[in-house]
């Protein structure tokens, strides 16, 4: 099993930054690629961001290419979503995820297993 814990969530001005983390405990050897998902009042739930196991790869949704980074500190078992000028837009829940597929970068909400509990991101003018 694996548990996630997020956390960096807040309220901040539109053009501000925020930095997400999403702490990993427990059978973490196990996970490959970890990801951001969010998910905005009355919207489902999106693809934000994800990284591979070594954080060679990594791959950012458009929405947010050129704003937001993933990166990973695997000593620490930890993500980092870095968020720079951000958009009412990007106002959402915003989720941690982990997968144990090794190949491929999943987009995809249905292809991880492990969900943190969310942290809120509110941005405002």
């Known amino acids: 099993q694996v548990q996630l814990v997020e956390s960096g969530g807040g309220l901040v001005q539109t053009g501000g930054s925020l930095r997400l983390s999403c702490a990993a405990s427990?059978?973490?050897?196990?996970?490959?690629?970890m990801g951001w998902f969010r998910q905005a009042p009355g919207k489902g739930r999106e693809f934000v961001a994800v990284?591979?196991?070594?954080?060679?790869?990594?791959y950012h949704a458009d929405a947010v290419k050129g704003r937001f980074t993933i990166s990973r500190d695997n000593a620490k078992n930890t993500v980092y979503l870095q968020m720079s000028s951000l958009k009412l837009e990007d106002t959402a829940i915003y989720y941690c995820?982990?997968?144990?597929?090794?190949?491929?970068?999943?987009?995809?909400?249905?292809?991880?297993?492990?969900w943190g509990q969310g942290t809120q991101v509110t941005v405002s003018s």
């Open positions: 990284i591979n196991r070594s954080g060679e790869y990594s």
């Open positions: 995820a982990a997968t144990h597929i090794s190949s491929g970068i999943s987009t995809m909400e249905r292809f991880y297993g492990y």
């Open positions: 427990g059978d973490t050897f196990s996970i490959f690629q």
